[in-house]
């Protein structure tokens, strides 16, 4: 994934001159990622507090807004699980892509940023899923979960019975086998559930047979938030797997960039769950 337009020509010789040490080895691509974080960040920050109440619900299809549209097309509703610390504001940008492209039922789930516990999310989560499809009258959902929204509904899928109701699950810059960055973190009981060898690490390393859920696991050669950066990669002997190598964008960009959000929608049209991809897929 090629992102331009985002520094200055001069940027990077002006940078070489103040800090000669620090970024004279720094490639223009990672630079543009950079800026492109910080850009989105900066957005996000704005848009925090429009997020912070859960959305309405309603069984029905919603009203036009004047937004051109393609066909609606029958397809299950597509939640949408924000990572942590953060809010369904995250998602504006791919929910409207969706919506565009004709996925009309389509829910953002905030939880709790006080939420200490994987278990208890994914639990909670499950509840939300049975109102949802209760609903719509869906018997089946897809997910799109963004870092630790993944892991989330992933723990639901595969130790709660939810591939019963998950036909698709979609994770973007998700920890699948724990991230080592920022020790300092571990104060906190939900990072450190999100650590290599933690219990729920190993619980969802355990056999999941017969698991119906279809998985697409999104992954930044980029992501700052990744150690290792394959760590997003899902790996599971037991589990339908697609691994999406994404290039040139960090992981705050995983769910508005557009090439992002095209892969996204690819992933949630594939008709029938049980058809195997290839791995290693780029978005470029």
Known sequence: MKVTGVLPPLFLPLCRRLWPGRLAGLSMTLLRATALEAAILAGHLLLYPTGLIQERRSGALPDGDGTARLPVRPAPPVVLLHGFIDNRSVFVLLRRTLAQHGRQRVESLNYSPLTCDIRTAAELLGRHIEEICERTGSARVDIVGHSLGGLIARYY????????????????????????????????????????????????????????????SFWSDLDSLMDPLETACLEHPDLEAQNVRVTGIGHLALPVHPA???GIREALEVPHPGDRAANGLTVA
Do not use: K, N, W, Y
Request: proline share 10%; aromatic share 2%.
């Open 157 to 216: 899928v595969q130790c709660l019975g939810g591939d019963l109701r998950v036909r698709t699950l979609v994770t973007l810059g998700t920890p699948h086998s724990g991230t080592r960055v920022a020790p300092l973190a571990d104060a906190h009981p939900i990072v450190r559930q999100m650590r290599p060898g933690s219990a729920v690490i190993e619980e969802l390393a355990r056999p999941a047979p017969g698991c119906r859920t279809r998985f697409v």
């Open 260 to 262: 992002v959000a095209a």
